[in-house]
């Protein structure tokens, strides 16, 4: 039986405030889908830049990241880990349209939701926290090496810290003083930017620092990391692939990372549902204030992740 489900879209690329509430009519699933019953979307930068973007079917359909409950599953559809069970508690990643009340969804890009996380954490957990995994392996980051992270309080930035931390990594992290009480909660070491960074990041690590990772996207934090970073493969962005060409270090994100990211994704749940990869979410917004959480994500608000309920 279909089901009427409340969405957010956009019929042009542009600001938040294209964005519209409409009623759609959802078919049942099909072969390998899975209805979802949205309770909470995580939002983030890369929803604002695609709108802005566009391309692509329209109308445009943000969100990439959910958590909820099967309403129904397909014929032979069988989430990652196996099975699936109608009212079972889920997250979905690397979705086309999360800004909505239910959403049809591939079973391939459905995992049972962390118990340890509320709604709004757990609707945050997977963009954010496959980046961070993606950028240590591709760094090849090992236990008793010491890395540099620009804008360790961010949202990829504090899952890195985490995740670092299980694998005995130390970390020194860029933020502002303000934010220097949350890098040290997640184990990091925290450093101002600005001016002297250089300075100040050789003396908290004399013997040298073995990778970097920009989650700011500064001129100053990729002129640090390569006069600090004796091997340029080993420092990597998520967020200026302009930067790195010109740096002559590597970006992340797109085609290039995908494929470790879903491998990720069960990993980066099984370190949640056990209570060792926590998501600070700052606020929620009812599913019609998405122009306004948007408004809000793009200036950098501190505090956490934003997520919206619907």
């Known amino acids: 039986m279909p089901t009427r489900a409340r969405q957010m879209i956009a019929d042009r690329p542009g600001e938040p405030e294209v964005l519209r509430l409409v009623e759609a009519e959802l078919p049942d699933p099909g072969p390998g889908e899975v209805l979802v019953r949205i309770a909470a979307a995580g939002l983030n930068p890369a929803d604002f830049k695609s709108l802005e973007r566009g391309g692509g079917e329209v109308p445009l359909r943000p969100g990439f990241e959910v958590v909820g409950s099967i309403a129904a599953l397909g014929p032979g559809a069988s989430i990652v880990g196996g099975g699936g069970a109608v009212d079972d508690r889920v997250v979905a990643f690397r979705v086309t349209g999360g800004y909505a009340s239910a959403l049809l969804v591939p079973a391939r890009d459905v995992l049972r939701a962390p118990a340890a996380l509320d709604d709004a954490q757990a609707a945050n957990l997977l963009l954010a926290g496959t980046t961070a995994a993606d950028l240590l392996h591709e760094a090849g980051v090992r236990g008793g090496e010491t890395v540099l992270l620009h804008g360790a309080s961010g949202a990829v930035g504090v899952s890195l810290l985490q995740q670092a931390r299980e694998l005995g990594v130390r970390v020194i992290g860029t933020a502002s003083p303000e934010r220097f009480d949350e890098v040290r909660r997640f184990a990091g070491e925290p450093v101002a930017y600005g001016d002297?960074?250089?300075?100040?990041?050789?003396?908290?690590?004399?013997?040298?620092?073995?990778?970097?990772?920009d989650c700011a996207g500064t001129e100053e934090a990729f002129a640090v990391s390569v006069a600090l970073v004796a091997d340029r493969a080993r420092v990597l962005t998520v967020v200026a692939p302009d930067l790195a060409q010109r740096f002559g270090v590597r970006a992340r994100g797109g085609e290039n990372s995908r494929q470790y990211r879903d491998e990720a994704r069960a990993r980066v749940v099984a370190l949640a549902e056990a209570g060792r990869l926590e998501v600070p979410v700052a606020r929620t917004f009812a599913l019609e204030e998405a122009p306004e959480a948007l408004r809000l994500l793009r200036t950098g608000h501190p505090g956490g992740k934003l997520a919206l309920v619907p």
Do not use: C
């Open 196 to 213: 002297g960074l250089e300075q100040r990041v050789r003396d908290l690590a004399p013997d040298g620092i073995d990778a970097a990772f």
